[in-house]
């Protein structure tokens, strides 16, 4: 396997730190084979740990900045993986996306560091693109109406919206009112360390309060 050059590779911790957490959602939701699409993948660090574990989905990483998908590039090279696509330049607000049909679109920490029209557009391309028992899997922190704000997030949150007003942790019921505009429904929603959650949006009714991590 080619050795990727050290300039070539963005490396992030917290995606390191997180992401035998967040495989553990996928391997108990996604079905033993499909095809997944990774929307802003960043480092390339979730989707190589991803599809070295679930060998039966094809992976296609994605991202708009050329720099990100270089280093996706470089560590799927590294890897050797067999089963993730040439990383795609994808903007999440432009239409159409350059994609097809597949089963399962997976997005961490990105609608928080992006406009509210990038979830917006996140929702319409889920429902435009996700097969008919396909799910919408989101990675990150949310404010919950009723739940105490984790004091991390709430300094994450204002140093978001220092950096750009129309940044900012999001509410949750806002996210998921966005995603039933779109036809979407959350089916689960999973507490994961350091104040963050995974939710599974799909066409199917939703099914709240599967959260194994929330007592019932």
Do not use: K
């Not at 963005?10 to 939701?29: F, G, K, M, T, W």
């Not at 049909?101 to 920490?109: F, K, P, Q, S």
């Not at 889920?126 to 709430?154: C, K, Q, W």
């Amino acid at each position: 396997m080619p050795t990727p050059s050290p300039e070539a590779l963005l490396h992030s911790p917290a995606a390191e730190r997180n992401q035998e957490a967040i495989l553990d959602v996928l391997q108990r939701v996604l079905p033993a084979t499909g095809a997944a699409l990774e929307i802003a993948s960043g480092t390339g660090q979730h989707v190589c740990h991803f599809a070295a574990a679930l060998p039966g989905w094809v992976w296609q990483p994605s991202d708009p900045d050329p720099a990100a998908l270089a280093s996706t590039a470089a560590r799927v090279a590294h890897a050797g993986l067999g089963n993730v696509r040439v990383p795609l330049r994808l903007d999440v607000t432009a239409v159409p996306w350059p994609v097809g049909e597949v089963d399962a679109i997976y997005c961490a920490n990105l609608l928080h560091i992006a406009p509210w029209a990038a979830c917006e557009a996140l929702m319409a391309g889920a429902a435009r693109h996700l097969s008919a028992r396909g799910v919408l899997m989101t990675y990150g922190p949310y404010f919950v109406d009723g739940e105490p704000a984790a004091p991390g997030n709430l300094s994450f949150d204002a140093d978001l919206r220092a950096r750009n007003t129309a940044w900012g942790v999001r509410r949750l019921r806002d996210v998921v009112a966005q995603a039933g505009r779109a036809g979407l429904a959350l089916r689960e929603r999973v507490s994961m360390p350091a104040n963050n959650l995974v939710l599974v949006f799909a066409r199917a009714a939703p099914v709240i309060g599967l959260d194994p991590h929330r007592p019932h």
